[in-house]
């Protein structure tokens, strides 16, 4: 049995076809899906909840799980898998999702608790299976179950505006969702996705007002992180990019290693989440924003290794 405590990720998986300088690669990927790299990487317990395809792509991105380090939790089904149009532009990525009928959606509130393990410590969703159908209605009522049964839960809406339908009704979702996290973490422009027409401040202020969240943390790529846990609230500035490439994965990255911080350093749990003191939290997002960093150094979503991560932790004190 291992020591480290048990963490559950679901929601979508997908093949990024991304198209930077005219020519186009094929990447594994999906906001949870990297999550949950991210976290095998840095030797966290990681079970991920979502099917994955039996299609080629499916292989590719079962491989690419199981060889972090990841338990397949959720199985693999026969529908095809998600494809993800991606362009680059000066690094910054923009998205069209293929995502009807696809593995990533074959999911229940059924299904998606056979597939917890019972010591679960952490659950952790977000991004496009909250968008809309029966598969966003499953996730939520998951995350509110496991949220009463006094699981950690965690979320990441990583807003896509773009690909929904009914906003009214997604950002409805969200501020329900909000009500039963632990942590919540969001970009700035998550924030003004689901807070438009909102200055930055009073919107973020909302959003507190809004979250049961003990620790919420709000990325702002290169202005830094932002994280607040009751009265304390903790700056960062982003920490140096050793050659941009792009920014794919560099918030799901930030947020697998804020929960492999706290799963370390024993706070993976609502108790301990709430007595978290200043210094523990600047330490946590200072580690998180390093991790994306050097994952903004690579193409794609490509996480450090707990070990490249502490070299560069130890070459920047």
């Known amino acids: 049995m291992s020591a480290s405590p048990v963490i559950c990720v679901g929601g979508e998986n997908l093949i990024d076809h991304v198209t930077r300088d005219g020519e186009v690669s094929a990447l594994a990927g999906g906001s949870p899906f990297n999550v949950a790299m991210a976290l095998g990487r840095q030797q966290a317990d990681v079970h991920y909840l979502t099917p994955i395809s039996t299609d080629g792509w499916g292989d590719t991105l079962a491989d690419t799980l199981v060889a972090s380090g990841v338990t397949l939790a959720g199985g693999r089904v026969d529908a095809p898998t998600t494809i993800a149009r991606v362009t680059v532009t000066k690094g910054i990525p923009s998205y069209v999702f293929e995502r009807d009928g696809t593995a990533e959606r074959h999911v229940t509130s059924t299904s998606l608790a056979a597939a917890m393990p019972g010591a679960t410590a952490a659950l952790h969703t977000g991004s496009l299976a909250l968008t809309d159908g029966a598969d966003a209605d499953a996730w939520e009522e ?168 502490d070299a560069a932790m130890a070459s920047a004190s």
């Not at 998951?142 to 965690?154: D, E, F, R």
């Not at 301990?272 to 979503?301: F, H, K, P």
């Open 142 to 309: 998951t995350c509110k179950t496991a949220y009463a049964a006094g699981t950690l839960v965690s979320l990441d809406p990583n807003v896509r505006l773009s690909v929904i339908t009914d906003i009214d009704a997604y950002r409805a979702r969200m501020f329900r969702m909000v009500k039963a996290a632990h942590v919540l973490k969001l970009s700035d422009e998550d924030l003004e996705g689901l807070c438009p027409d909102m200055p930055q401040d009073a919107a973020l202020a909302h959003i507190r007002n809004e979250t049961s969240a003990s620790l919420l943390v709000m990325t702002k790529g290169p202005e830094g992180a932002t994280a607040m846990r009751g009265a304390i609230t903790v700056d960062i500035p982003a920490p140096p990019v050793p050659g941009l490439v792009d920014t794919v994965g560099a918030g799901d990255t930030f947020m697998a290693t804020l929960l492999a911080g706290l799963a370390r350093t024993g706070a993976l749990t609502p108790a301990a989440l709430g007595t978290l003191d200043a210094a523990q939290v600047e330490a946590l997002i200072r580690r998180a924003g390093m991790a994306a960093a050097i994952n903004c150094s690579r193409a794609g979503c490509n996480p450090p290794t707990l070990q490249e991560l």
